[in-house]
């Protein structure tokens, strides 16, 4: 078994989240509106699932779920500052390592999120990840994790490159690869829309120059021999454990 300690990212270690804004308290309506456009159809309807967040933060993820109703929902990350955060605000979070944490629960849970990118692990530390995941869901639970988009023209070498604790980037291929490499079973990538803050008027004509962009990669891609059709900033994985 992998130990929490012997994780290679040490900047931005995977089991706490790294992206919250400089203002926390605006990222619970930030995040929470992404997580709303991107993530909420793929989650049970039944509101008492039991639902895992790893690398909680200060538990924007965690908010949004108590928001619309679940009510079994647990955040957990290494940060005692961040979790301090979230217990104020009345958030079922807790300071804990993600291998230990899994390890001591298996067959849980009924989905597993994490909210950090799982570039910031190596690639065995990704299949162990990924392996205890598998253990820790009940029969049929639902995996859902994200990573920097290989693929992109723009943004896919910049997002690898960019930060030390960036080990590998995927595309919806080997995200897909990978997840039924390790038994997950009906395996969905999805674009993951940044363009979900549809007050500003701004989001409109930047949703349409992107659409524009992103047909005029899939046409570079074909000319290529190359099938990719997803060339967003980031891409989700929906999996479920057999």
């Avoid at 597993?112 to 990704?126: G, S, V, Y």
């Amino acid at each position: 078994m992998v130990r929490d300690d012997d994780l290679t990212a040490r900047i931005e270690p995977f089991d706490s989240f790294w992206e919250a804004p400089t203002d926390v308290e605006k990222g619970y309506s930030r995040f929470g509106r992404f997580y709303r456009r991107n993530y909420l159809d793929h989650l049970p309807s039944d509101r008492s699932a039991r639902i895992l967040v790893i690398s909680c933060g200060p538990g924007y993820f965690v908010h949004l779920l108590a928001e619309v109703g679940y009510r079994t929902v647990l955040g957990i990350d290494s940060d005692s500052e961040k979790i301090s955060y979230a217990r104020r605000r009345g958030l079922n979070c807790r300071v804990d390592r993600m291998f230990r944490f899994l390890a001591e629960n298996e067959s849980s849970f009924n989905v597993i999120f994490a909210e950090q990118e799982i570039n910031h692990l190596t690639k065995p530390e990704i299949l162990a990840f990924l392996d205890a995941c598998h253990r820790s869901l009940c029969p049929g639970g639902t995996l859902i994790l994200h990573s920097i988009n290989g693929a992109s023209p723009i943004t896919g070498s910049e997002a690898r490159a960019g930060n030390f604790d960036h080990y590998n980037s995927f595309t919806e291929y080997s995200l897909k690869q990978v997840l039924e490499h390790r038994d997950f079973a009906d395996v969905r990538i999805l674009p993951l829309n940044l363009y979900v803050f549809f007050g500003n008027p701004a989001n409109y004509v930047a949703w349409g120059l992107w659409s524009l962009l992103s047909l005029a990669f899939r046409l570079g891609f074909i000319l290529v021999g190359k099938d990719a059709r997803i060339f967003t900033k980031k891409i989700g994985a929906v999996a479920r454990r057999p």
